[in-house]
């Protein structure tokens, strides 16, 4: 498994301007670290290399970027982000980024290492992250020794937003919700549902849509089939996940990302029913990253 791209391995960190990027699929954050201390912060939608092509990503950069070369200057990247995950797509990230922000020092990581050095600093870990999308490594506190399969948002992604919101949709579809639920379903999203599988079926993000009927979980905690959804899903996580590492019950286990921040007393419950020891739960890994990346 391909774990980074560098551009250009040999350069010092010392007195350099540093642009640190986690994206994940529905948002990227940026941090530009200066060699006198202060950071300044950037805000894009996610990238994805599997579903933008390059031009797409240089579009997102242009139109969202708050960037001008007469005010800003980057030495160094640090990319990390969903779907950068082999050699090609870390590639063809590096590309642009190179040519956006004129510098050909830039490593390119999968936002697997993000999640894991934010959490895990230089320490071992079992690290999850959940999302839009779900993934799961083992950090030895250097670099991922182990990482189970992850299928996607198609076939995967078991406990993210994807996850929840299918569900969510299935309940609504089915006519499984009370009235309760139904209303607030369609309080939030509409009542016509020709118009809600077409917007699934024809938008270029399916899984970002998905992830946006979480909000009806987020709005009807205490209801027992909201509980249930959110429980069941991210018990399937723990199963197709966490419980296949070895090391889940001699390391902590971190989580990173919206829905892990969102339901964390969900997360330590099941943590306590398979006696694993539930390490940190951090909502986004950027913060942490610039600690990690600051030069000492």
């Known amino acids: 498994m391909a774990s980074r791209l560098y551009l250009n391995a040999q350069f010092s960190s010392s007195m350099s301007t540093i642009l640190i990027a986690e994206s994940g699929a529905t948002k990227t954050d940026w941090r ?9 912060s950037f805000s894009t939608s996610g990238i994805n290399p599997y579903l933008q092509s390059s031009e797409m990503i240089r579009d997102v950069l242009e139109k969202e970027m708050a960037w001008s070369d007469k005010k800003h200057r980057a030495d160094q990247v640090y990319f990390y982000g969903t779907g950068a995950s082999t050699a090609e797509q870390q590639k063809k990230i590096a590309k642009v980024l190179s040519s956006f922000f004129n510098t050909n020092k830039v490593e390119v990581n999968h936002d697997m290492l ?29 670099k991922i020794k182990e990482q189970q399969r992850s299928l996607g948002y198609l076939a995967g992604d078991e406990g993210s937003g994807n996850h929840l919101g299918k569900k969510i949709l299935q309940y609504y579809a089915y006519r499984t919700f009370d009235a309760e639920l139904t209303m607030s379903f369609e309080a939030l999203f509409g009542n016509d549902f020709n118009a809600i599988i077409k917007k699934l079926y024809s938008e270029p993000f399916p899984n970002r849509y998905l ?30 996940q966490v419980l296949k590492y070895r090391q889940s019950w001699k390391s902590p286990i971190h989580f990173a990302g919206s829905i ?37």
């Open 32 to 40: 530009l670290l200066d060699n006198k201390g202060s950071t300044q």
């Open 260 to 296: 892990a921040n969102e339901f964390r007393t969900t997360l330590h419950l099941l943590c306590e029913q398979y006696e694993l020891e539930l390490g940190n739960i951090i909502k986004s890994p950027i913060d942490k990253l610039v600690q990690f990346h600051r030069p000492s």
């Open 211 to 240: 992830a946006s009927f979480v909000l009806l979980l987020r709005e009807n905690r205490g209801h027992f089939m909201v509980e249930n959804i959110i429980e069941d899903c991210l018990n399937d996580f723990f199963h197709a």
């Open 114 to 142: 993000a999640a894991a050095r934010a959490a895990c600093q230089n320490e071992k870990g079992v690290v999850c992250i959940l999302g839009t999308g779900s993934n799961s490594c083992y950090y030895d506190g250097n």
